[in-house]
């Protein structure tokens, strides 16, 4: 029983309590979708985490998959070189697929 | 005339049809039924923002909610049995917040304290580990309305079952200082393992109405052998304890339920018929 307890990733997170990690929490709402971002919570573990998550997230029917991510395993863009990052795509509309007309009756695209 | 003092006193087979004994047996063992989960959610309750971590907090919430809905139901049927035989049924409300401690039928289990974590957890990985034997038997019950509730519960208290095991697994084989009070948490609790298995308890409804009821003994073996696996894992050792509770099912309480249910029924006692 104890082979499906994932040992909690080392390190922790600048915002663990009491030594516990931060965890990701996404949520799958319904078959076809993609699984989302839906906030993040503490646990001891992986396994505690979704379990965690279950409680948190899922109370009102939200999901039907969850995924669990260690938050210090995320490795994110900083906001200081957002204008590097993102301003080079503003002007060029060619990449937007506006010119295209979307198929009635499809949805999720 | 309440099922619950009926079912004290001798029953006079000349001045109650043998239709009426049936019914009280079937009451008294809903009744019970209802009370081990209406105080067990009272006593979870008093988690809320105590908890160690605020997902715990929740997580004890949901399981504490989980348990007053199928109180709710249980006390309901209850009283609608009840009240066939003694002609004024009561509510889930009169049968919570009206009645004093010496009717009460919950077994001892349930009302003891809190304690610290791990306590709360023994109590809760032996009840559920029981409640999920007994809900699986009850899914064949004779009774439409047992089996219906059995269907949905089932699979609420499998989560409370998985909870609490993921928590005495992790509190067992933790640190020295977890494993130690996880071992003492179980010592402290078991006592009180004996009479929710006690056959007598349950003998009225067992001949009165077979197929209704589930025969707790019968229960049991399925729950050791879940039980049993989980503390081995957790590298504790099964308490041998030297006494046992017992008449909870005949309204006879620890001091423990006197001190729950003022704080359970004051608001309702003091202001009869509020609402949301």
Redesign the interface.
């Given at each position: 029983?104890?082979s499906d307890?994932h040992p909690a990733p080392t390190g922790g997170s600048a915002g663990s309590?009491?030594g516990?990690p931060l965890w990701e929490v996404f949520i799958r709402a319904r078959r076809g979708l993609s699984h989302q971002h839906v906030g993040s919570?503490?646990?001891?573990?992986a396994?505690?985490a979704l379990?965690?998550a279950?409680?948190?997230y899922t109370?009102r029917g939200e999901g039907v998959s969850i995924w669990i991510v260690p938050s210090s395993a995320i490795t994110a863009s900083s906001p200081d070189e957002k204008d590097p990052f993102f301003d080079p795509a503003m002007d060029k509309a060619y990449r937007h697929p506006t010119f295209y007309d979307v198929p009635e009756g499809v949805s999720h695209l | 005339m309440t099922a619950a003092s009926l079912s004290r006193q001798p029953l006079d087979s000349a001045d109650i049809d043998q239709a009426d004994i049936d019914q009280i047996a079937l009451a008294t063992y809903v009744l019970g039924l209802g009370d081990d989960t209406l105080i067990l959610a009272q006593r979870l309750g008093e988690w809320i923002t105590r908890a160690?971590?605020i997902?715990?907090d929740?997580?004890l919430g949901?399981i504490a909610l989980d348990l007053l809905g199928q109180a709710r139901t249980l006390l309901s049927y209850a009283g609608e049995v009840e009240g066939k035989v003694t002609g004024t049924s009561r509510g889930e409300d009169d049968l919570a917040f009206l009645r004093d401690e010496r009717e009460f039928r919950n077994v001892h289990l349930v009302e003891i304290e809190n304690g610290d974590f791990a306590v709360t957890m023994a109590r809760q990985l032996i009840f559920s580990a029981y409640q999920y034997e007994l809900y699986t038997a009850l899914l064949t019950s004779t009774d439409p309305t047992l089996s219906a509730l059995a269907a949905k519960a089932v699979k609420e208290v499998a989560?409370h079952r998985?909870?609490a095991?993921?928590w005495v697994?992790?509190l067992g084989?933790g640190t020295p200082e977890s494993h130690d009070r996880m071992q003492a948490a179980l010592d402290q609790v078991w006592p009180h393992v004996e009479e929710i298995f006690d056959t007598a308890d349950t003998a009225d409804i067992l001949t009165a109405l077979p197929g209704v009821a589930a025969d707790p003994a019968a229960l049991r073996p399925a729950w050791s052998r879940y039980v049993e696996?989980?503390i081995t894992?957790a590298t504790l050792s099964l308490p041998a304890p030297t006494w046992r509770s017992r008449g909870g099912r005949a309204g006879y309480h620890s001091e423990n339920l006197g001190h729950l249910l003022p704080d359970m029924q004051n608001l309702h006692r003091s202001h009869p018929g509020a609402s949301w």
């Open positions: 029983m104890t307890v309590r009491k516990w919570l503490h646990a001891p573990d396994e505690m379990r965690n279950r409680d948190v109370r | 160690p971590q997902e715990e929740i997580a949901n989560y998985d909870h095991t993921q697994l992790r084989d696996a989980v894992t």
